[in-house]
T-cell receptor
Framework: KNEVEQSPQNLTAQEGEFITINCSYS?????LHWLQQHPGGGIVSLFM???GKKKHGRLIATINIQEKHSSLHITASHPRDSAVYIC??????????FGKGTRLHILP | KAGVTQTPRYLIKTRGQQVTLSCSPI?????VSWYQQTPGQGLQFLFE???????NKGNFPGRFSGRQFSNSRSEMNVSTLELGDSALYLC????????????FGPGTRLLVL
């Protein structure tokens, strides 16, 4: 079993829909990261969370430390949001562990 | 401020050769981490350097090594290349060692034939 599990693996939605991507992890962590990877490979760090909730534009990330679970939400989704979203955790030994990613495709 | 740069961007090598990849972090950033991305395994942590010291190492064989210079630039080296080393190698920099927001480079795509 992977230490970081993401769901769904693939998601196709219509423009404007509310999107939720989930991440569950099984290790103790100091922080959780959400990353975005566009075709061609470039990765952008979206959020780093250790508790609660963060918001940036149309993106919202939440984390529940007790349940070892985080969600990434996208409101009013747009085709430019199409990308792979990757959840990663920083365990206490600082060896960051990545999920397999969620491939999101937003149709116009 | 210039972003993280990696050179070369593309590389083709044959089995048994060695390769050196370079990463220049954002000015002022002292932490550099290296990652390998393959279709099968996804992203995996290779190692992290902070102030010229290796802070952490992932579960990769000793053929994978790295170093960091006094100007925070980092190199990673893979010796005795294997076909399975074909991957996208990404480096990321951050201000300090606790992986507060990391800034990723564009990656070096290595193909081993």
């Amino acid at each position: 079993k992977n230490e970081v599990e993401q769901s769904p693996q693939n998601l196709t939605a219509q423009e404007g829909e509310f999107i939720t991507i989930n991440c569950s992890y099984s290790v103790g962590i100091s922080a959780l990261h959400w990353l975005q990877q566009h075709p061609g490979g470039g990765i952008v760090s979206l959020f780093m969370l250790s508790s609660g909730k963060k918001k940036h534009g149309r993106l919202i990330a939440t984390i529940n430390i007790q349940e070892k679970h985080s969600s990434l939400h996208i409101t009013a989704s747009h085709p430019r949001d199409s990308a792979v979203y990757i959840c990663a955790v920083s365990p206490w030994d600082d060896k960051i562990i990545f999920g397999k990613g969620t491939r999101l495709h937003i149709l116009p | 401020k210039a972003g993280v740069t990696q050179t070369p961007r593309y590389l083709i090598k044959t089995r048994g050769q060695q390769v050196t990849l370079s990463c220049s972090p954002i000015s002022g950033h002292r932490s550099v981490s290296w990652y390998q991305q393959t279709p099968g395994q996804g992203l995996q942590f290779l190692f992290e350097y902070f102030s010229e010291t290796q802070r952490n190492k992932g579960n990769f064989p000793g053929r994978f090594s790295g170093r960091q210079f006094s100007n925070s630039r980092s190199e990673m080296n893979v010796s005795t290349l294997e076909l399975g080393d074909s991957a996208l190698y990404l480096c990321a920099s951050s201000l300090g060692p606790k992986k507060e927001t990391q800034y990723f480079g564009p990656g070096t795509r290595l193909l081993v034939l």
